[in-house]
């Protein structure tokens, strides 16, 4: 239990939970996403800080900053249910000007709503993006043609100077458990780099050759040493994307199941139907409690890690957990 906060992950400017059982698309459409964000804001502030940093982020962060600069294209990947909260803060200050290409992986695990909105706001800043799935592949191809034509430049260049072609240079970078190793071994149909469903698993840098003309790099999931935002971090936690030691999976799950309550696609009665748990508290972290009682021998944490992998595993549908700012 962290600070004492015994059932208490409510407040915000709504003090109870709003019900959303109606599934049709009206509600969704008039669902306030700033509202939900205020709300996390206020439901995350009395929490203890997460704040995930192992050491291995610390040896490589600036080595890929060094090799960046050695970079013709990078591709930024990032975890389509959370494109914002995987936004790394100095990303855009180590690229510069820098060829980039935006990826947003897990793209099965968010509705085509979450996906439209995502594809219309990106196209509208003209920031390229592709939806991949680095389970299936799909997206991986695009993802390789569209590197080498935009690096295509480098051999032009080298030609003008009398210079033999290169192979063009992409590195793979993003925060942790996004896809990123996933997506090279997709692409090269081979197991060249480990992958694994936890935060952490790349540890050092890595090149690997796609064909003749394409060097990939790929890299250890990177995050700011302070994630300032806390509502960002929280969803991190929600979708596995930070170490699991950073944060209390009790606390966590009470969130996400606030959250989940006010979704428009899920609402109470989807969590109450699936549980068999009354949503009749005013807290997350009561109905973590009951379903404690109810399943696992009044095992808190236990429940708390159910409800957090039913929704890792898609068990409410697949919902992403931001939408665009308007
Ligand atoms: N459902 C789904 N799972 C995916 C997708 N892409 C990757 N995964 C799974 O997510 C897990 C993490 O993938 P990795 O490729 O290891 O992620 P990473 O970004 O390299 O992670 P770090 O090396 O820890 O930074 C693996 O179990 C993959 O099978 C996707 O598009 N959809
Ligand atoms: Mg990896």
Redesign the pocket.
């Known amino acids: 239990m962290v600070n004492g906060l015994k059932g208490q992950i409510v407040g915000g400017k709504t003090p109870t939970w709003r019900q959303n059982d109606d599934v049709n698309g009206a509600v969704e459409d008039e669902f306030d996403w700033a509202e939900m964000d205020a709300d996390l804001y206020y439901w995350t502030k009395p929490l203890r800080p997460v704040q995930w940093y192992p050491g291995h982020i610390a040896k490589t962060e600036k080595e890929l900053k060094d090799q960046l600069k050695l970079m013709d294209v990078v591709i930024e990947?990032r975890d389509a249910r959370i494109p914002l909260s995987t936004t790394h803060p100095q990303m855009d200050l180590w690229l510069g000007n820098r060829k980039r290409i935006l990826v947003l992986?897990?793209?099965?695990?968010v509705s085509t709503e979450d996906r439209n909105a995502w594809a219309m706001y990106f196209s509208n800043q003209g920031t390229k993006v592709i939806f991949?799935?680095?389970?299936?592949g799909m997206g991986t191809m695009k993802l390789s043609r569209l590197a080498k034509s935009l690096a295509a430049g480098v051999n032009v260049r080298r030609k003008a100077k009398g210079l033999l072609p290169r192979p063009v240079r992409a590195g793979i970078v993003?925060?942790?458990?996004?896809?990123?190793?996933?997506?090279i071994?997709r692409l090269l149909k081979r197991r060249m780099?480990?992958?694994?469903?936890?935060?952490?698993?790349?540890r050092e840098l890595k090149w690997v050759r796609f064909g003749k003309d394409l060097e990939l790099l790929?890299s250890?999931?990177i995050l700011p040493m302070r994630i300032s935002d806390q509502a960002a971090a929280i969803k991190l936690a929600i979708c596995d994307d930070i170490g699991e030691r950073s944060y209390d999976v009790a606390d966590v799950a009470a969130i996400l199941v606030q959250m989940l309550a006010k979704l428009p696609t899920v609402g109470m009665k989807v969590l109450q139907n699936r549980y068999k748990v009354d949503v009749d508290g005013q807290s997350g972290k009561i109905f973590i409690d009951k379903l404690a009682l109810r399943l696992f021998n009044g095992d808190s944490h236990q429940a708390a890690f159910r409800v957090l992998s039913d929704f890792r595993k898609g068990k409410f549908g697949w919902v992403a957990l931001e939408r665009p700012p308007r």
Request: aromatic share 2%.
């Open positions: 990947v992986n897990r793209e099965d695990m991949s799935n680095g389970q299936l993003g925060y942790p458990n996004v896809g990123k190793s996933s997506l071994n780099c480990p992958a694994a469903p936890r935060p952490g698993v790349t790929d250890p999931g």
